[in-house]
């Protein structure tokens, strides 16, 4: 066992009685972290103590590595980055199970003892300090090559390739309250002193007064210097920047109520899409951009408030298992399965000002993929380090100034809340405002059609409808002999009327129907005309008179048919049939009067078969009626429709959207 002596920082090896002097290692430093040496937990119902720390220090951050020991003698590690812990345990690697470490990369799927997993993590890390037991000698800058995957059920595994070979550490995403950490034999820390740096920016000395938690940088508000941050202190400066194109929303310091608690604004980002230009500074070239709130609760952690264009989003990270599983990917979101692929894009870093737990630079590029089931967004976020998946959901301009008015320590802060206008464009999980009311008048559409046939069943039921008369003339050539009729008498079918036909004809292929009775206060006639024409025609002149009124109502119509052959084929023209309609007449007594002329040159006798019927219903109605009552839902529906196409036409399966390159990243598929 090594240990790490607690006043001089001397690592010595502790075989019995004996110690064995291994040189000196630095002081911890301060990182607000809720742990400390000799504490005591429970992790289920086992007991443990904190027994060491190894802290090590990435490209962008710092992180511990906590050694536990449990009153069943097993060893474990607690390791606490970015407001995360995780419990391992060693455990034997089967061979052939570890790949080299050159050979991983986040996002990039594996099948381990027959579970999926995911590479979320990969870096070399330096140890900058250590306390208390170890099972292993460290020194200052020993280096820690590992890779973090996620798998099924919050199963985590880290590949530590420090070893030769590789080991495998085996455990679960916990949080830090579960382990009911007990300080009363804590051993009261020892912290290096960070000496004579301000609280204030190394370039303007504008004040620095931090936030949120554990940092590693802050960029100033006033004049753009980003800092390196280290146990609360301000190092050097390692990026200057200018202010953005658009001004924020908000600003640091400005406090937000979501989700019941307040959330701070400790940091602001902005970031754009971006493509690969080979003119362009660095390779690629930037597009639209929108902004990104940090926020910070001392017992919640973070939280990020996106803004583009007016739209919004409160987003949380979310573990990779529960992202590419089948449940929920978090409390009250949709299952795995109702998300839907949006885009993937390039997105780079653009400004940065405040605190953030890792090295922010301007140029940081990511690979994102967005998926939607709106109000709901679920995003992954990958480089060569690491792959992150987020979830959140959507909020509308007046949810942002409700909250912000409602955040305690607000103040005079409020009053330069200076929101975006109302956006006139559809954001990717910006919820459908008619979707709801489609759904619903969808399910109403088929009652509206039954109501519309029942309306036109009722309007025909109010009058007496049915055939009046049925007859049929034979129409004579234009030549002295006088015509005919097939039947001698016409066939009255209405049993009120109680009327015969007038006999008298005073000339050739003139004919009378009736008189006949109307009993309706409002109604029609209609005179059904058929005759088997062959290329010929005839023009039928109608005259329906009004006998007690002396009113008339006239129509003329033409039957015609023709036939014949050309050099595509045999063709036709006209129809042997017509119809005449005499609408509004009241209740009285009629007589019908037709007139029939037809080509001279025809010498054959031609047949004309004559039915009336009074009432007759229109099916326009019926049509009109239903197009009155469906037209509301109609038009919701097809509002819906049209907002989805707004949506999905700025996605990549949009008719004219074209995918931004995003390779440069070596990943599994997160589709």
Same mark, same amino acid.
């Given at each position: 066992?090594?240990?790490?002596?607690?006043?001089?920082?001397?690592m010595?090896?502790?075989?019995?009685?004996?110690?064995?002097?291994?040189?000196?290692?630095?002081?911890?430093?301060?990182?607000?972290?809720?742990?400390?040496?000799?504490?005591?937990?429970k992790?289920?119902?086992?007991?443990?103590?904190?027994?060491?720390?190894?802290?090590?220090?990435?490209?962008?951050?710092?992180?511990?590595e906590?050694?536990?020991?449990?009153?069943?003698?097993?060893?474990?590690?607690?390791?606490?980055g970015?407001?995360?812990?995780?419990?391992?345990?060693?455990?034997?690697?089967?061979?052939?199970?570890?790949?080299?470490?050159?050979?991983?990369?986040?996002?990039?799927?594996?099948?381990?003892?027959?579970?999926?997993?995911?590479?979320?993590?990969?870096?070399?890390?330096?140890?900058?300090?250590?306390?208390?037991e170890?099972?292993?000698?460290?020194?200052?800058?020993?280096e820690?090559?590992?890779?973090?995957?996620?798998?099924?059920?919050?199963?985590?595994?880290?590949?530590?390739?420090?070893?030769?070979?590789p080991?495998?550490?085996?455990?679960?995403?916990?949080?830090?309250?579960?382990?009911?950490?007990?300080?009363?034999?804590?051993?009261?820390?020892?912290?290096?002193?960070?000496?004579?740096?301000?609280?204030?920016?190394?370039?303007?000395?504008?004040?620095?007064?931090?936030?949120?938690?554990?940092?590693?940088?802050?960029?100033?508000?006033?004049?753009?210097? +980003?800092? &390196?941050?280290? %146990?609360?202190?301000?190092?050097?400066?390692? =990026? @200057?920047?200018?202010?953005p194109?658009?001004?924020? /929303?908000?600003?640091?310091?400005?406090?937000?109520?979501?989700?019941?608690?307040?959330?701070?604004?400790?940091g602001?980002?902005?970031?754009?899409?971006?493509?690969?230009?080979?003119?362009?500074?660095?390779?690629?070239?930037?597009?639209?951009?929108?902004?990104?709130?940090?926020?910070?609760?001392?017992e919640?952690?973070?939280?990020?408030?996106s803004?583009?264009?007016?739209?919004?989003?409160?987003?949380?990270?979310v573990p990779?298992?529960?992202?590419?599983?089948?449940?929920?990917?978090?409390p009250?979101?949709?299952?795995?399965?109702?998300?839907?692929?949006?885009?993937?894009?390039?997105?780079?870093?653009?400004?940065?000002?405040?605190?953030?737990?890792?090295?922010?630079?301007?140029?940081?590029?990511?690979? +994102?993929? &967005?998926?939607? %089931?709106?109000p709901?967004?679920?995003?992954? =976020? @990958?480089?060569?380090?690491?792959?992150?998946?987020? /979830?959140?959901?959507?909020?509308?301009?007046?949810?942002?100034?409700?909250?912000?008015?409602?955040?305690?320590?607000?103040?005079?802060?409020?009053?330069?809340?200076?929101?975006?206008?109302?956006?006139n464009?559809?954001?990717?999980?910006?919820?459908?405002?008619?979707?709801?009311?489609?759904?619903?008048?969808?399910?109403?559409?088929?009652?509206?059609?039954?109501?519309?046939?029942?309306?036109?069943?009722?309007?025909?039921g109010?009058?007496?409808?049915?055939s009046?008369?049925?007859?049929?003339?034979?129409?004579?050539?234009e030549?002295?002999?006088?015509?005919?009729?097939?039947?001698?008498?016409?066939?009255?079918?209405?049993?009120?009327?109680?009327?015969?036909?007038?006999?008298?004809?005073?000339?050739?292929?003139?004919?009378?129907?009736?008189?006949?009775?109307?009993?309706?206060?409002?109604?029609?006639?209609?005179?059904?005309?058929?005759?088997?024409?062959?290329?010929?025609?005839?023009?039928?002149?109608?005259?329906?008179?009004?006998?007690?009124?002396?009113?008339?109502?006239?129509?003329?119509?033409?039957?015609?048919?023709?036939?014949?052959?050309?050099?595509?084929?045999?063709?036709?023209?006209?129809?042997?049939?017509?119809?005449?309609?005499?609408?509004?007449?009241?209740?009285?007594?009629?007589?019908?009067?037709?007139?029939?002329d037809?080509?001279?040159?025809?010498?054959?006798?031609?047949?004309?078969?004559?039915?009336?019927?009074?009432?007759?219903?229109?099916?326009?109605w019926?049509?009109?009626?239903?197009?009155?009552?469906?037209?509301?839902?109609?038009?919701?529906i097809?509002?819906?429709?049209?907002?989805?196409?707004?949506?999905?036409?700025?996605?990549?399966?949009?008719?004219?959207?074209?995918?931004?390159?995003?390779?440069?990243?070596?990943?599994?598929?997160?589709?």
């Amino acid at each position: 066992m090594f240990a790490i002596c607690g006043y001089c920082q001397s690592m010595v090896l502790r075989k019995g009685a004996a110690l064995e002097d291994l040189g000196k290692i630095s002081e911890v430093m301060d990182d607000g972290s809720p742990v400390r040496l000799g504490m005591t937990g429970k992790l289920g119902k086992r007991d443990f103590q904190v027994a060491g720390r190894i802290q090590l220090k990435w490209q962008d951050g710092i992180w511990n590595e906590w050694f536990l020991l449990f009153s069943d003698n097993e060893t474990g590690w607690l390791g606490e980055g970015q407001g995360m812990f995780f419990v391992t345990f060693q455990k034997p690697a089967p061979q052939g199970v570890i790949p080299g470490f050159e050979q991983l990369a986040p996002g990039q799927k594996l099948t381990i003892s027959g579970k999926p997993f995911q590479v979320s993590w990969k870096e070399t890390s330096r140890c900058v300090s250590g306390e208390g037991e170890l099972p292993f000698a460290v020194h200052d800058g020993w280096e820690s090559p590992s890779v973090d995957l996620m798998g099924p059920g919050g199963t985590f595994l880290t590949f530590d390739y420090s070893d030769d070979p590789p080991s495998l550490y085996v455990g679960e995403e916990v949080k830090i309250e579960s382990l009911a950490l007990d300080a009363s034999n804590a051993v009261p820390e020892k912290v290096r002193k960070v000496a004579t740096e301000s609280m204030a920016c190394l370039s303007c000395g504008a004040p620095y007064t931090p936030h949120g938690g554990e940092n590693a940088s802050w960029g100033c508000p006033t004049c753009g210097a +980003v800092h &390196d941050v280290l %146990a609360g202190k301000l190092q050097t400066i390692y =990026e @200057r920047q200018n202010p953005p194109d658009q001004k924020a /929303a908000l600003e640091l310091g400005m406090v937000g109520k979501f989700e019941g608690y307040d959330w701070t604004v400790v940091g602001i980002m902005r970031r754009a899409s971006a493509w690969k230009d080979d003119e362009a500074s660095g390779g690629w070239a930037s597009g639209s951009g929108w902004f990104e709130y940090l926020l910070w609760n001392a017992e919640h952690g973070q939280r990020w408030l996106s803004e583009s264009d007016g739209h919004w989003n409160l987003l949380r990270t979310v573990p990779a298992h529960l992202a590419e599983g089948s449940q929920a990917v978090m409390p009250g979101a949709p299952k795995r399965a109702a998300f839907r692929h949006f885009a993937t894009y390039n997105a780079i870093t653009t400004w940065v000002v405040g605190e953030f737990d890792w090295r922010v630079k301007v140029g940081d590029r990511f690979v +994102v993929s &967005d998926h939607v %089931a709106p109000p709901w967004i679920l995003g992954c =976020e @990958r480089n060569e380090r690491e792959s992150v998946w987020s /979830a959140g959901t959507y909020l509308d301009r007046e949810q942002i100034l409700s909250a912000f008015e409602k955040g305690s320590g607000s103040g005079s802060l409020i009053g330069n809340v200076a929101l975006p206008p109302p956006p006139n464009t559809v954001f990717a999980n910006q919820p459908n405002p008619y979707a709801d009311k489609a759904r619903s008048m969808g399910k109403l559409l088929w009652k509206f059609l039954l109501a519309a046939f029942l309306i036109h069943l009722v309007v025909s039921g109010l009058h007496p409808s049915g055939s009046i008369a049925r007859t049929e003339f034979a129409i004579q050539p234009e030549n002295p002999t006088p015509p005919a009729t097939v039947s001698t008498e016409t066939v009255l079918t209405d049993s009120v009327a109680g009327s015969t036909v007038e006999p008298g004809i005073q000339k050739p292929n003139r004919f009378s129907i009736g008189p006949f009775a109307f009993p309706s206060n409002v109604g029609n006639i209609v005179v059904s005309l058929e005759s088997p024409i062959y290329d010929d025609w005839m023009v039928v002149d109608a005259t329906l008179t009004d006998r007690i009124t002396g009113r008339t109502w006239n129509d003329v119509k033409e039957i015609s048919y023709y036939t014949g052959m050309d050099s595509d084929g045999s063709w036709s023209e006209g129809s042997q049939t017509a119809s005449i309609r005499f609408d509004g007449l009241e209740k009285g007594e009629y007589l019908l009067e037709l007139e029939i002329d037809r080509d001279p040159a025809k010498q054959d006798r031609l047949d004309l078969r004559v039915n009336v019927k009074r009432n007759k219903g229109s099916i326009a109605w019926f049509f009109l009626a239903a197009l009155v009552l469906i037209l509301f839902p109609i038009t919701t529906i097809f509002r819906s429709m049209g907002f989805e196409s707004r949506r999905w036409a700025d996605s990549d399966h949009g008719s004219t959207s074209t995918n931004s390159d995003n390779d440069g990243f070596s990943s599994g598929d997160d589709e």
